[in-house]
């Protein structure tokens, strides 16, 4: 198999398991007082799943009157595009256009794949497919997933209304690895369940993640007990031959 052709496996495996997200995402966005059109619209023009996710959570929530407070949700975890498409600019490359084009597939997929290849050709290959191919499917799946939830009628009945938290959580958990991690996400809980019976929806989630980068900032538990800084970059792969 050619180095190309692995590419493309690996992108369209990423691609097919990603799009399945977006029936759930659909249907949520209806169950959340969105219509289908608006649903969809939000996945065109938003595309980034864990906003999307945390948009509908906050507004099944509070309703109309949350609306600014998931539009922050959702911006702030947007932030983290930012990162990468500082990352992604020097492997896209060409001009303005091209970058602009680039920057509305630069999500957390596309950028994986591109930068887990070793050629410059190949990590181009890899967030293009990547990129364009969840923009198209998760679309698609947007769509079949509000029309299914407009169908369903009451989110409750099915269990809808609590999907969007266990949507969320299922993105979270994989990244729940180390001691630092674990430590930004449990401080963010238990900030956010104890001020949610005294906020309106959507403040506490914003308190949590002020949180959440300040435990994040000062890493007090990234460094096990005993590191030298050399073990650090030889563990890094960032060590002086």
């Known amino acids: 198999m050619t180095a190309e052709r692995e590419v493309w496996r690996e992108a369209l495996g990423v691609v097919l398991a990603t799009s399945a997200y977006g029936i759930s995402f659909g249907a949520l966005a209806v169950a959340a007082g969105l219509d289908v059109w608006q649903t969809c619209v939000l996945s065109l023009l938003m595309f980034t799943g864990g906003s ?40 896209v490359g060409g001009g303005p256009l091209r970058r602009a084009a ?71 958990w994989p990244r729940l690895q180390q001691r630092q991690a674990i430590a930004v996400g449990v ?17 506490p989630v914003l308190i949590a993640a002020f949180v959440a980068i300040v435990v994040g900032w000062f890493n007090w538990m990234g460094r096990a007990p005993g590191k030298t800084n050399a073990t650090d970059a030889r563990d890094a792969g960032t060590e002086p031959a």
């Open 52 to 91: 999307q996710f945390a948009f509908v959570g906050v507004l099944t929530a509070g309703g109309l009157a949350a609306l600014p407070s998931a539009i922050a949700s959702a911006a702030l975890l947007g932030v983290r595009n930012v990162a990468y498409g500082m990352r992604m600019s020097p492997i």
């Open 102 to 172: 680039a920057a509305h597939f630069t999500i957390d997929e596309s950028t994986a794949v591109a930068i887990s290849q070793t050629m410059p050709r190949l990590r181009q290959l890899g967030f293009w497919v990547t990129g364009i191919g969840i923009f198209v499917g998760w679309n698609i799946t947007t769509l079949i997933g509000a029309l299914v939830g407009d169908v369903l009628g009451d989110p409750k009945t099915w269990g809808l209304d609590a999907a969007a938290a266990a949507a969320f959580l299922a993105l979270l």
């Open 187 to 203: 401080a963010a809980a238990v900030v956010a369940a104890a001020l949610t019976p005294f906020l309106m929806p959507g403040l």
